[in-house]
């Protein structure tokens, strides 16, 4: 929407996109009617045509393998590629070291920024509730509370139903099933 106003017109293509729109925006970007296109891996498929690709920007480069990155700089000669990562992995950095490619760096954080605080401690009722209360309440932040064990979540949610029931909280692992 923000981009609108140029006369920018942004798709995006993923699982999320039905069936019917996802024709549609494959076509578009064949002819050109589209100039930015926010996708996952399925923008590498062999059915996907640009007809004037700029700028490729790839987040969590980590992610993508050495055959996707490739396809990705075989899909225009004359495209600008951006890879972001906060973890740069070992091939980029040998490529950047030898000047195949560029490296930059950013290490000014976004304005407003806060940085993160990570505690590893004993359970501790009053350590753990003030940390929370300090960082949703003092910081108008957020907390991600990690656990190696899923058997551990009941407890930890009749905790935070106990000790802090004024804070909305979201219980995610890695055992959820694809559909929720």
Do not use: M
């Not at 494959?26 to 926010?38: E, M, R, W, Y």
């Not at 690709?53 to 225009?76: C, P, R, Y």
């Not at 910081?139 to 905790?159: A, C, H, Q, Y």
């Amino acid at each position: 929407k923000r981009f609108e106003i140029f006369g920018i017109k942004t798709k995006q293509l993923s699982r999320l996109v039905s069936l019917k729109e996802r024709k549609i925006i494959i076509i578009d970007l064949k002819i050109g009617k589209i100039d930015c296109i926010i996708g996952t891996h399925g923008l590498l498929s062999e059915n996907i045509e640009f007809k004037n690709l700029g700028l490729i920007i790839v987040d969590e480069e980590q992610h993508f393998g050495v055959k996707a990155k490739e396809k990705l700089k075989n899909l225009s000669s004359s495209s600008h590629i951006i890879s972001l990562s906060a973890t740069p992995i070992p091939r980029t950095l040998q490529l950047s070291l030898t000047g195949i490619r560029e490296l930059s760096l950013i290490l000014t954080p976004p304005f407003e920024w806060l940085s993160i605080r990570t505690y590893i401690c004993q359970f501790d009722k009053i350590t753990i509730k003030e940390a929370i209360k300090r960082e949703i309440i003092g910081r108008n932040g957020g907390v991600f509370w990690v656990t190696p064990r899923r058997s551990d979540i009941p407890f930890l949610e009749k905790f935070l139903k106990e000790e802090l029931p004024e804070i909305n909280y979201t219980v995610a692992h890695g055992q959820l099933p694809s559909k929720i």
